[in-house]
């Protein structure tokens, strides 16, 4: 897509050992430093994921700031509904990368994964989010309150779009 990205292959065990392969962002600053690499709450929060699989199968579940989109995809994994999010395009793109490298394996397991544009607080984002499904089961979320600025924009928009929210942080 124009943007220089590094294969990353990850292990977890998500649906019997499989694995998923997650490309990154090259680039020192924007969305290329930060929503384009997988930071370390990312691979806690895909490993609790795993733990609790039951949890996960059958949902839909929304990842907000999702970068390379390894928390979403784990849960598609795991045999979820899941939807990637950021605001930046280049995000998105890659969104669509990693998508694509896992589908096989989102396949086996049953889930499925898709990305969006979402700004946090932004009602029409929000709406178009929703889909008309109604909201989410689950809402995801791994280093994305390092902002304090943005704090209840992220709020609004996790009340929002689920009732149950689990965010990972450092």
């Known amino acids: 897509f124009g ?3 590094t294969l990353r292959p ?3 065990d998500v649906a019997g050992g499989a694995a998923l392969q997650l490309h990154e962002l ?5 969305p290329q430093r930060t929503g384009g690499k997988t930071w370390d709450s990312a691979f806690v929060l895909a490993a609790w994921l795993a733990e609790h699989a039951s949890d996960v199968r059958g949902r839909r579940v929304i990842e907000l700031g999702s970068g390379t989109g390894l928390a979403g995809l784990s849960a598609a994994a795991l045999g979820a509904s899941a939807t990637l ?3 930046h395009p280049d995000v998105l793109a890659l969104h669509a990368t990693n998508i694509d490298a896992n589908a096989a394996t989102l396949a086996d397991a049953g889930g499925r994964a898709r990305s969006r ?4 607080g932004c009602a029409s984002d929000i709406a178009g989010a929703l889909g008309g499904g109604g909201r989410y089961d689950l809402c995801l979320g791994s280093d994305v309150v390092y902002f304090p600025g943005m704090h209840a924009e992220l709020l609004g928009t996790m ?3 689920a009732a149950r929210t689990l965010l990972a942080y450092p």
Do not use: K, N, V, Y
């Open 85 to 87: 999010t950021d605001e």
């Open 10 to 12: 990850l292990r977890f």
């Open 26 to 30: 090259g680039g020192s600053h924007g």
């Open 3 to 5: 943007i220089a990205t």
């Open 117 to 120: 544009r979402l700004r946090w």
């Open 159 to 161: 009340r929002a779009l």
